[in-house]
């Protein structure tokens, strides 16, 4: 055991009140003095129950006023590449790549175009959750803008390093490198270094905030969890896990995730907790990763 570790994971656990974002006051209490399994109930406890919004609203005309809210107005707010200041000023942050799109360059708007933007669940929708009326399927933590090349070519990959650099395709028929890549033999995806830490922060939360009691009432959702191996498969699991926590602990919170767990929290009234806290990751799933002797080295060298 690591014990210098254990005192950082520990230490941030009992003072999360200095992390940065900004959590509610006693939000996270029940937390305090647990880890492992205990911890996992706990957040789920905190995290459950949040107010789900549909997918796509026929009756949603206007993606700018808050009438009618569905997904995909929601995160032309959420993940707005505009500043705090200025939120409309219609401009989404793609997950991915580096740059912004305009709210009308939505796929839903632009049909088959290949600049267009598209809604990426990061949990993909059929490990689990392929029914519009599941709460997983609109959960805003787990719905990121991304090119819409870039989402058919995830398919319902998992996540691991490794694969061939995937060429992204323009409307004027060019083609350019992008940061991810793909590993079909593998059957999983590595995102670029900017996108890591939040992929494992996402499949961290949607681990955590659906459990085996939510399959009765309105939510309708499978106990989703994570393995430490991919295959494509349709249940309600994905991996890898020890790459989760390797790039966790590698590429820590980001200004952007902190917002946009502020501003998801003020629609759907729950919050990730992984972005609050991303040592409790650690805390539940390290010793379920058995393969992996550097976890430690890593998130220690990042302090």
């Known amino acids: 055991m690591n014990l210098k570790y254990i005192y950082i994971a520990v230490a941030t656990l009992l003072h999360c009140n200095i992390c940065l974002a900004a959590a509610p006051a006693g939000y996270y209490d029940e937390t305090i003095g647990t880890s492992g399994q205990t911890l996992k109930t706990a957040l789920h406890k905190i995290i459950d129950g949040h107010k789900a919004y549909p997918y796509k609203s026929d009756n949603n005309k206007n993606w700018h ?11 032309t707010y959420t993940d707005s590449a505009c500043s705090t200041e200025n939120h409309d000023c219609r401009q989404v942050q793609l997950f991915y790549l580096d740059e912004a799109r305009s709210t009308g360059e939505a796929f839903s708007c632009y049909s088959t175009r290949h600049d267009s933007w598209d809604i990426e669940r990061v949990w993909p929708k059929s490990r689990g959750f392929k029914d519009e009326c599941q709460h997983g399927y609109s959960d805003l933590h787990n719905l990121r803008p991304v090119d819409r090349d870039m989402n058919l070519a995830h398919s319902n990959f998992g996540f691991n390093n490794g694969g061939t650099v995937f060429m992204d395709k323009h409307c004027d028929h060019t083609t350019s490198a992008t940061g991810i890549k793909i590993d079909r033999s593998n059957q ?11 992929v494992a922060r996402i499949l961290f ?68 907790p992984f972005i609050d806290n991303p040592d ?13 002797k550097n976890l430690m080295a890593i998130r220690e060298s990042n302090d």
């Open 65 to 75: 006023d808050g009438i009618n809210l569905d997904a995909w107005e929601a995160l």
């Open 188 to 198: 999983s995806v590595e995102p670029p270094d900017c996108a890591k830490g939040q």
């Open 205 to 272: 939360y949607m681990a955590t905030r659906y459990e085996a009691d939510d399959d009765h009432g309105d939510e309708k959702m499978p106990d989703l969890y994570l393995v430490d191996y991919n295959q494509k498969v349709k249940e309600p699991m994905i991996g890898d896990l020890c790459t989760l926590l390797l790039w966790n602990n590698k590429f820590r919170p980001t200004n952007f995730e902190y917002r946009r767990n502020d501003r998801i929290m003020e629609l759907q009234g729950n919050r990730n």
């Open 280 to 292: 409790w990751a650690n805390l539940i799933w390290r010793d379920l990763c058995h393969k992996d």
